[in-house]
């Protein structure tokens, strides 16, 4: 039967959540597979393996109950091996690597934080900035919301304006926030979000990027955050710490 | 508190948290090459469009529509009106969100996919200051 793993720790990992509940339905039990002085936690791979919402949840629950007792290299989802014997292998060839990265990872987490514009509020402060458009959004309005030609006058100019401060706001916000990391990447860009960051960030630094977050949300109210954390250091386990943090 | 921090230690992490890091689950993480990895055809997690602005004519009359309906003058003098605002925007915005990452879990289309991890290679440095724009601008190429 093949092997699913979930993430990689190193053999002296004080709590690996052996036999808790993996992906499946079922759910599969948790169970480590050792090698290279590592530990591999596994299961048995679904027949019929999906990215479904119960096994993705599974998937981050068995990352994070090993988180949370020491250091734990994520592996994306839905990662197969032919059976426990080609995990052990694996482990063998690359242990010097996955040491390396345990050891940079040690301690840190990744904070995802995203960003979106409250919709209102930043169409007020397009506006009240710019003496033109008002003036325009109140000549619409004494007209009764003006002609179509008056409307598309008006969207245009805000709907450039309301781009030009998610530019400037994304900046403000990864500039704001990436000297509280250790790392900062580029999460995948999604729909809606005018800014998509993880952080990798020390245990001990974890409530100065909160405060450093809030520090924003109170003096930019037109910027609303999503903050998830912490996370296995999934945008970081293949990346150069040292080079990410250096330059 | 309206910033959403969400706890996943412990296993304490909600639903709601997880919708909003599916796309680390799906597209970040090791990968190990000797391993086989779940087809994600049919995936639609990863949209390109990171523009909540789209310059087209819809967009155009809603926003003159948006600034027609808003108290321009009580938003502009009355800060903690505007803050009380934001704060309900917050919880149900965030909300849609979640649920809109939800649907489009169900959703078909193996394109995007393909497309953000071409997008994520062609980024060279994701340190770099221009990379956002840069990736906006081989959307719109795209």
Known sequence: MSTYVYGIADAGHPKLPDGIDGIGNPAHKVRVVRGGGLAALAGDAPEDLRPKRRDLLAHQHVLSEAGAGGTVLPMRFGSVAEDD????????????HYKERLRALCDRAEYNVKVQHDEDAVLRLVVAQDDALRALVESNRKAGGGSHEDKMRLGERVA???????????????????????????????????????????????????????????????????VNGPLPPYSFVDQGLVAAAGD | ????????????????????VLELVLDRGLVIDAFVRVSLVGIEILKIDIRVVVASVDTYLRFAEACNRLDLETGSKKPAGLSELVGDSNGSGAQG????????????????LTQARKEGEAKASPRRSSSRSSSRREEEQA
């Open chain 1, 85 to 96: 014997s080609a995990v052990a292998a694996a482990l063998e060839q690359h242990a010097e």
């Open chain 1, 160 to 226: 450039a304006a309301v781009q030009a401060r998610e530019a400037a706001d994304a900046a403000l916000v990864r500039d704001a926030l990436e000297p509280r990391a250790d790392a900062l990447s580029d999460a995948p860009q999604s729909t809606g979000w005018i800014a998509n960051l993880s952080f990798l960030v020390h245990r001990d630094a974890a409530a100065e990027l909160a405060n450093a977050v809030e520090e924003l949300r109170q003096a930019h109210p037109h910027l609303v955050f999503r």
């Open chain 2, 1 to 20: 508190m309206t910033v959403a921090t969400t706890q996943q230690a412990g296993g304490s992490g909600g639903t709601s948290g997880l919708y909003d």
């Open chain 2, 97 to 112: 969100k979640a649920k809109g990452a939800l649907e489009g879990a169900a959703q078909a289309g193996s394109d995007a």
